[in-house]
């Protein structure tokens, strides 16, 4: 297995910023429009998360206000770009957030893509949101509490700062990590009597639809659903191997199953899927993607490959889905 995204990849760590507040309905929304609108009055694009008449502008505390900007950015609906000399990111609009609410496509996180595509940013790359891309790919316990987890993404922490991958200072402070935890399994996690997640959490997170994490016997143990995931699309799926390979192996033109199931990153390690339910969305790929890609059991290997190098787009593959299916449900 190569080496950990976490360890060689060059992208900032990011822990926190979600100020214990899950991901919650409207949200993502409320922060690409009120982005939209400073664009079109000629403010400082992101100027208003920090604005104090944000909290009237969205009508929550200040602290729900950074976790907006937090989930937004963390998920690719808004884009966060660090300037040379200044102390604060310019925030735009990014590709995701485009195509549901800028062209429509799926302004009210509908369509059952959406959701596995805020899951794939959030997991997929460690830059966005460490623990929960640690928890995906690093993590593979069968069964876990809180306490089990705070554990190991502590030890995660402490060798990552001895890497050197932590930047300056001396590290994650344990309440940091406590709250990552916290506010990770809040997000995938349902919550059934008697558990500690409010009431009004399970409503308003729309990534616990998934069932990504589910109880594992009595009291507060876990475990993740690995396996084949019925909702997922197979366009969706489509567009995370794209992702993966485009970000993360541009200069490859094949991969194996194998590779596509357990290497940190992969759609099978950030879906939860094993080999098989990996090999039989591969069966599809040819297909749904216009036969650019090719799927290969012949000679025992079971390889994807790559005809042509960047003929795929992956945000059209997703424009495809949404548009086809819109046309769909309107016949």
Known sequence: MAKSIIESGEEKLHFAGHETFPLRYGWLKKAFDAVVLEEKLGEAPGSIFNDEKSIAVFGVGRNMVLSMKHWAVATGILSSQEIAG?????????????????EGLDPYLEHPGS???????LASRPGRATAWHWAFNEFHEPNFDR???RRRLTQRCEELAEMGRMGKGRGISPSTIKRDVEC????????????????EDSLECPLAELGLIQAAGVGELFRFRRGPKASLPDAVFLFSVLDFWENLYPDRRSFSVEFLTFERGSPGQVFLMDEEAVSDRLARIDRISSEKLRWDESSGMRQLYMHDAGSVDRWDILRDMYKQDLRAFAA
């Open 86 to 102: 200044e102390r604060s990111s310019r925030i735009s609009t990014g590709h995701l957030g485009n195509i549901f609410f800028g």
């Open 115 to 121: 959701l596995w595509l805020l899951h794939w940013m």
């Open 147 to 149: 306490e089990l987890l």
């Open 184 to 199: 990770l399994i809040r997000t995938y996690y349902a919550g059934t009597k008697g558990s500690r997640r409010a009431p």
